[in-house]
């Protein structure tokens, strides 16, 4: 059954159409009952201006449905979950639209092993909230609330898991893109012995210099500083400290499925098992896991869906995405850039610079495209693709998220509906720079011919809706 709340990661949308705060109560009160109507949970916000409003409505949700609240207030998403496990809560609340648009505001869940609810869980969820199956509590099982900090559990896991000093000497430039992980990741990286330079550094829900998502063209800044800085990387974070992109010491973006094939190479030779990635991730896998062993598994495209595969499966050692979240099941089941910048001070420190750690990499040229697409459509426009893609020869397809061709000379291409937002996404992947511009005509002629023949099915009252052009990510 498709969802009809929970996208790719959490529950997402404007604040005034669909992720209202009435909703936002309603979901609460679900997670409460999802709980057992019992326990302790933490919530904490990013600091887009909506935040505080939904966060509240959350809170009051989550005490009717006889749950105690934690309060972390404004804090990074990692830092919440890092807080959760230490104190050993029922499950956490991320109020946060995460990389997307500043007017997007999000709320995720979190169970208590710090992982999101699975897919059968958020299904769980949405029939409590749409069927109204929740509960409110009388007054003397009404939840209460505490306020604490996230930050210290954050400082003490990643210092217990690298070491205080461990890295002295070592500089690092931090891109932090108004997010408030700027002070707990400084104060990480300082610890850890780096001298580190900040820039966009206020925490700011306008993203005022940069947009929250950490694509390789808001980076400039960054590179430039990397170089005048002579720093040994530099990283960059997205709107609630999740994602990191890292830059070498010679000011490139390493994009990150090929830091991903980094980390997944060393925890392979440490020992063999399996890396998890989401179906749009590159070829780059397949070269790490045929020469240094082990095996990779395609999952769903986000952070959900690899955790599950990361829980359930007995010898999974590490997961990664393309959008620059890192997971090692030993530390929490999200992204967090604090212990992938800890894993890179590492290599770094007992091999090479991050330069030339890559550079034994295969060179593949990618390209991702967003295509606007009302929600409404995309369904429609997923079972044409399907439906023109199986008519193609030589192709194999995998249906795990969307469609995915792959063509006999390794190429591909990925035609999803985002979960995020309102937009049709097309990944592209070819060893041959050449080949790029073709696929990406291929692959926009593709859903745009789709789009244009599910508009034409639309009621009269739609008549003037067009196909919107597409916008290079």
Known sequence: MPKRLFGTSGIRGLIDEKLTPLLAVKVALAFAAFLGNSGSVAVGMDARLGSPMIKSAVVAGLLAGGVNVVDFGIASTPAILHA??????????????SHTPPEIHGILLFKGDTAELFEE????????????????????????????????????DILDAFGEGAFKGYKVVLDAGHSPAVHVLTRIFEQLGCSVTVINGDVNGRFPRRPPNPLPQYLDELRRTVVREKADFGIAIDGDGDRAVFVDEQGNVVTPDYMGALFAKYELLKRKGTIVCPVNTSSVIEYVVRKYGGRYIFTKVGPPAMAEALVKTSDAIFAFEETGKYIWPQNIYYGDPAYATGRLLQLIS???????????????????????????LKGPVLSVLLNRLKESENVKLILIDGVKAIFENGDWILLRPSGTEPVFRCFIETSNPNRLESLKEYALKLVKEAMSTCSSQMTASSDNWRVPSAQVE
């Open 350 to 376: 007992e091999h090479a610079p991050l330069s030339q750690l890559i550079s034994e990499f295969p060179v593949l040229f990618q390209e991702k495209i967003a295509i606007p697409c009302p929600d409404h």
């Open 84 to 97: 959760t496990k230490r104190r050993l809560l029922k499950g956490a609340v991320a109020v946060t639209g």
């Open 121 to 156: 869980e958020e299904e769980k969820i949405e029939e409590l909230v749409l069927g109204e199956g929740y509960k409110l509590v009388d007054l003397y099982r009404v939840g209460h609330v505490s306020s604490a900090s996230a930050e210290e559990p954050y400082v003490e």
